[in-house]
């Protein structure tokens, strides 16, 4: 498999795909105009007064010659026209923009998930949350929020945000319930590959501007009810019946919009989920990984559908197809076997039993430790030689640049299986203070506390005068526990305790601020 020359491909069809739904816009607007103009003509008598009207301008000697629809498409027209509905279009996508400028959370949140604990005590959500930490870690982006789609059985999971920084993935059951640690991984690389490769913004700019294109077609679907309440009387006939003409004319106006932003939309998510699947063999060195969670979901009878009414609009966030039923030319995401079969190109054709895979999920979360990274006999023939080398690689990860971009000299052999080991070396009872946010609280003042004494005295006062309660006391421990640790550690400390400080609510973020 060519990764590198499989993703330069993926990025140049995306090109091309985005610039057909900007054409596609240009279209639609056009469209618009035309439709404005033929209305005017109808709604200025010119058609409706049929023959009555004809009779009582020749008597009244005032019968002009109807104008033709082109008088109607001057530019001064054409151009407030165009702005009008440049304008409504404009506004609907900058209010789904402004709905969605809150990150991945109001996506997760939309879609009925909750936020995964970081001090959870499930082994599933446990297992989750370890493999998004040492992904995050060895990417060189801040650990993520983790939500959980607990009422969704279907195996599936995303990436939404608009920045790494706000970014977050969501899992549903099945996918934590129905993988194993390394297919959970290949799923979890597959997901990050979108934000580093900035497929995750693309995708929240097409729920925007698609939102702006449907957005006529519901302007005429709000006249057609309307209009049709009482249309039975016939005093309102010939005054209603230019808005319901106008209407169905929106409608069908927006029912050309959503055809084809749905077919671009899904063609360019389609090349993505291409890219993505290479870039997550890139990243893990393991394809049998994410080849086996793709084999998994084929024969699994709930597959990747998601059950919640707003999935639809977001379906090209989703690993795997999540409306089902749906014709190919729609389809967020290429055939199950496509996928396979360009990760592993000898591919018997065989999907996995769902009952074979249960029993090793079981088996490998009963023996999965914080960081136990369950690699292929080759893997771990390798980590043990390079076992030696491990905290010192990490340690050197650690004072790297934590920057998106940073991931493309991320991709190196065994990577993920030394931030495992780096994270493993960790002081437990750091990693759990991390994972408590009154932990993380007390962590990050600890970290700030000066090394002179008198110093630090001041600022033990201003901690214990802060609103959260026990936090003094927390941060004297955590400065004794930081003491006895490398200073090499602390830097991924901070990382881990990101998704534990971000469960604050607004004002304990607000006292939190005023206290650093």
Not at 307 to 325: D, R
Not at 467 to 479: D, E, K
């Amino acid at each position: 498999m060519n990764f590198f020359s499989q993703q330069d491909q993926a990025r140049r069809n995306t090109t091309v795909l985005v610039l057909l739904f900007l054409a596609a816009v240009l279209i639609l607007i056009i469209l618009t105009n035309i439709l404005a103009a033929f209305t005017l003509w109808l709604m200025d008598g010119q058609v409706a007064g049929g023959y009555q009207a004809y009779q009582e301008a020749v008597n009244t000697l005032s019968y002009e010659k109807p104008k033709g629809i082109l008088a109607y498409l001057s530019w001064q027209r054409l151009g407030l026209i165009s702005l009008a509905v440049c304008g409504t279009v404009l506004c609907a996508i900058v209010y789904k923009w402004l709905q969605l400028s809150a990150g991945g959370k109001r996506v997760a949140e939309s879609l009925g998930g909750q936020r995964i604990n970081p001090n959870t005590t499930d082994a599933n959500e446990k297992r989750a949350l370890n493999v998004v930490e040492e992904m995050a870690i060895a990417s060189g982006m801040p650990v993520p929020a983790v939500y959980l789609l607990a009422h969704e059985k279907g195996i599936n999971a995303f990436a939404a945000g608009n920045t790494p920084a706000d970014a977050v993935v969501g899992l549903t059951q099945g996918c934590i319930e129905q993988f194993n640690r390394e297919q959970l991984q290949g799923v979890i690389a597959h997901e990050f590959s979108h934000i580093l490769n900035g497929d995750m913004r693309l995708n929240i700019r097409l729920i925007a501007v698609l939102n702006g294109i449907l957005f006529i077609g519901l302007i005429g679907s709000v006249l057609l009810r309307g209009n049709m309440v009482g249309y039975h009387s016939y005093s309102r006939r010939s005054r209603d019946g230019r808005l319901v003409m106008l209407a169905v004319a929106l409608l069908a106006i927006g029912w050309l919009g959503k055809f084809f932003g749905n077919l671009i939309k899904a063609a360019v998510s389609r090349q993505r989920e291409f890219l993505a699947d290479a870039s997550a063999v890139q990243f893990t060195r393991n394809p049998q990984g994410i080849a086996d969670a793709l084999k998994i979901i084929g024969g699994y009878s709930a597959g990747t559908k998601i059950e919640n009414p707003n999935s639809s609009e977001v379906s090209h966030l989703f690993f795997g197809q999540a409306i089902s039923k749906i014709n190919a030319l729609f389809a967020t995401h290429p055939p199950l076997k496509e996928r396979i079969q360009r990760i592993e190109p000898h591919w018997n054709g065989q999907f996995s039993s769902r009952g074979t895979t249960a029993k090793n999920n079981n088996q490998n979360s009963s023996n999965a430790s914080f960081s136990g990274f369950q690699a292929s006999a080759g893997a771990k023939a390798s980590m043990t030689a390079e076992t030696s080398q491990a905290d010192a690689t990490f340690s050197a990860h650690a004072n790297a640049d934590f920057s998106p971009q940073a991931d493309a000299s991320f991709a190196t052999e065994g990577e993920i299986n030394k931030v495992a080991q780096g994270l493993n070396s960790l002081p437990k009872v750091l990693v759990q203070r991390c994972h408590d946010p009154l932990g993380a609280i007390s962590l990050v003042c600890a970290l700030l506390l000066s090394e002179n004494k008198t110093d630090q005295e001041k600022q033990l006062k201003i901690i214990q005068q802060s609103p959260f309660r026990g936090l003094s006391q927390q941060t004297r421990l955590a400065t004794k526990e930081l003491a006895n640790s490398d200073r090499s550690f602390r830097l991924p400390l901070i990382e881990l305790a990101l998704p534990a400080l971000m469960c604050m609510s607004a004002q304990q973020y607000a006292s939190f601020k005023q206290l650093l």
